[in-house]
């Protein structure tokens, strides 16, 4: 089945800083989404983009899909973005196939 | 804005119980999906439903596990005689088609005791 890779695992930033996390994927995928999984385990999705590019407040996301790969970034990191962020595809088939996440730790 | 309900948020179980996990998907949607994620690991895909049958499973998903719509507005999985390796946390999701977003619940976090 298609494989998800997320970099990096961990991220640990000073609030007010910049991050850009990281999504490979192996095959061609007719769904991407970013989902922030809050403290209570809850999964908010953030984008959905399987290709192009997307902009909501402080975040946003590229996909680009012909290499096979996705990005998020998070602009001016406040302490309520801490969490994982998970991304995840739909590849021919139906079943959706999310990476390991990456944790992100925005330090006051 | 519509949501995927799930409930109870949080099941205490007994090892070689059965145990049923309820949700309400959003009401124009078709698919549905259930997903586990054992503590501290990543989401797995169990199960996607489609036109009152099972469309695609993961190997994850063996005997001990069923899902069913018996009605207009609900979606269970049940898990047959739960063992201690069932405890996780369980997310259902629905989508309108099967290439466009997937909504998803809040999960049902499930102890297996």
């Known amino acids: 089945g298609i494989q998800v890779e997320q970099s990096p695992p961990d991220l640990i930033l000073q609030e007010g800083a910049n991050s850009t996390l990281r999504c490979n994927f192996s095959d061609s995928v007719n769904n991407l989404q970013w989902f922030h999984q809050n403290p209570w385990g809850q999964l908010i999705n953030l984008f959905y983009?399987?290709?192009g590019t997307k902009q909501n407040g402080r975040l946003s996301a590229t996909t680009v899909a012909t290499e096979r790969y996705s990005l998020l970034y998070i602009s001016s990191s406040q302490t309520t973005d801490s969490g994982v962020y998970f991304c995840?595809?739909?590849?021919?088939?139906?079943?959706?196939?999310f990476g390991a996440g990456t944790r992100l730790t925005v330090k006051p | 804005e519509p949501e995927v309900t799930q409930t109870p948020s949080h099941q205490v179980t007994q090892m070689g119980q059965e145990v049923i996990l309820r949700c309400v998907p959003i009401s124009n949607h078709l698919y549905f999906y259930w997903y586990r994620q054992i503590l501290g690991q990543k989401v797995e895909f169990l199960v996607s439903?489609?036109?009152?049958?099972?469309?695609?499973k993961s190997e994850i998903f063996d005997d001990q596990f069923s899902v069913e719509r018996p009605d207009g507005s609900n979606f269970t999985l049940k898990i047959r005689s739960t063992k201690l390796e069932d405890s996780a946390m369980y997310f259902c999701?629905?989508?309108?088609?099967?290439?466009?977003?997937?909504?998803f619940g809040d999960g049902t976090r499930l102890s297996i005791l």
């Open positions: 999701a629905s989508g309108t088609v099967s290439n466009q977003p997937q909504h």
């Open positions: 439903f489609y036109n009152n049958e099972i469309s695609e």
């Open positions: 983009i399987p290709s």
């Open positions: 995840a595809v739909v590849s021919n088939n139906n079943d959706m196939r």
